[in-house]
Every structure is written in structure tokens, then in C-alpha cells.
Nanobody
Framework: QVQLVESGGGLVQAGGSLRLSCAAS????????MGWYRQAPGKQRELVAT???????NYADSVKGRFTISRDNAKNTVYLQMNSLKPEDTAVYYC????????????????WGQGTQVTVSS
């Protein structure tokens, strides 16, 4: 099994910054893609940003130019630097790991973190 532990959420004023971290642990051989999704009250979960082990990055249009995703493959950790935060960025942010392979096991799996709350006040 794999655990994704997120940290770095909190309350910030509009225009401020936060940095989220997510560390994956367990019997991991490799992880293809790691990323962040968010879910605001009454809305569906949506993509924020993803990054592959090779460094290919995808952002939601709503965060381009404000958020930066990065990854430390050796630590199986993904980061999300969020700048110029807006009240509409308020949501629970979930870490994801996709294409996870395990030592001595076949197949690839996907995992989610438990989520961290980000609240941006106006």
C-alpha cells in the first residue's frame, strides 16, 4: 500500500502564497505522474496540476502563471507553490499519484491523499 501525506494548507489573504507538499511512502518502485486536484464546496473535483517522472507538466488554465508544480523523484514528493491566491482558489486540495508500481508486484495503481484545506480570504 501507498500513503500520500499532504501538508502546507491553511488560511491566507488574497494575494498571498502557500506551498503544499505531498510525500508518498510505502513499497514503491516507481510513480509515473503526481499531481494536485481540488474540490470546492458543491463542486466537482478538478485538476490543478500534474507532473510526470520525466518532468512533463500540465496546469489548469485557472492557475497558469500563478501556481508552480515541482517534484523530487528521489523522495517521491510533489510540491505546489501557489502565488497570487484568489478567494476562488479556496478548496480542499488533494494529492494524487498515478501509475504507481510496487516492488515484486505487477500492475500499476492510483492513490489519493486525504486532502488539505486551503482558504483564501478576500
Amino acid at each position: 500500500q501507498v500513503q500520500l501525506v499532504e501538508s502546507g494548507g491553511g488560511l491566507v489573504q488574497a494575494g498571498g502564497s502557500l506551498r503544499l507538499s505531498c510525500a508518498a511512502s510505502g513499497s514503491i518502485f516507481s510513480i509515473n505522474a503526481m499531481g494536485w486536484y481540488r474540490q470546492a464546496p458543491g463542486k466537482q473535483r478538478e485538476l490543478v496540476a500534474t507532473i510526470t517522472s520525466g518532468g512533463s507538466i500540465n496546469y489548469a488554465d485557472s492557475v497558469k502563471g500563478r501556481f508552480t508544480i515541482s517534484r523530487d523523484n528521489a523522495k517521491n514528493t510533489v510540491y505546489l507553490q501557489m502565488n497570487s491566491l484568489k478567494p476562488e482558489d479556496t478548496a480542499v486540495y488533494y494529492c494524487s499519484a498515478d501509475g504507481v508500481t510496487h516492488w515484486g508486484s505487477r500492475g500499476a495503481y492510483a492513490y489519493w491523499g486525504q486532502g488539505t484545506q486551503v482558504t483564501v480570504s478576500s
